[in-house]
Nanobody
Framework: QVQLVESGGGLVQPGGSLRLSCAAS????????MGWYRQAPGKQRELVAQ???????NYVDSVKGRFTISRDSAKNTAYLQMNSLKPEDTAVYYC????????????????WGQGTQVTVSS
């Protein structure tokens, strides 16, 4: 099986920064795209940023210029650097990875982490 563990969330004041990490472990042959999603209370989960295996990234318009996604393929880990945080960034942030498992490389599968809370408030 495959597990994703997020870390780095917390409480920060408006204008502050946080760095989220997502570490994948288990029976991993390779990881294709990795992405960060968020879900605020009463709202649908939305894609925040995504990065391909080649390092190509895309972002939702509301975070462009403030958030940066990156990955360390050797560590099977993705990061989300969040700067100039706003109260509207408050949400539970989830990591998703599309993984080719060693025991089933022909069938890439999406896995999700458990989520980490980010609260932006003064």
């Amino acid at each position: 099986q495959v597990q994703l563990v997020e870390s780095g969330g917390g409480l920060v004041q408006p204008g502050g920064s946080l760095r989220l990490s997502c570490a994948a472990s288990g029976s991993i042959l390779s990881i294709n795209a990795m992405g960060w999603y968020r879900q605020a209370p009463g709202k649908q989960r939305e894609l925040v940023a995504q990065i391909s295996s080649s390092g190509s990234a895309n972002y939702v318009d509301s975070v462009k210029g403030r958030f940066t996604i990156s990955r360390d393929s050797a560590k099977n880990t993705a990061y989300l650097q969040m700067n100039s945080l706003k109260p509207e960034d408050t949400a539970v942030y989830y990591c998703k990875a599309n993984v080719q498992r060693r025991d089933a490389p022909w069938s890439p599968t999406d896995y999700w982490g458990q989520g980490t809370q980010v609260t932006v408030s003064s």
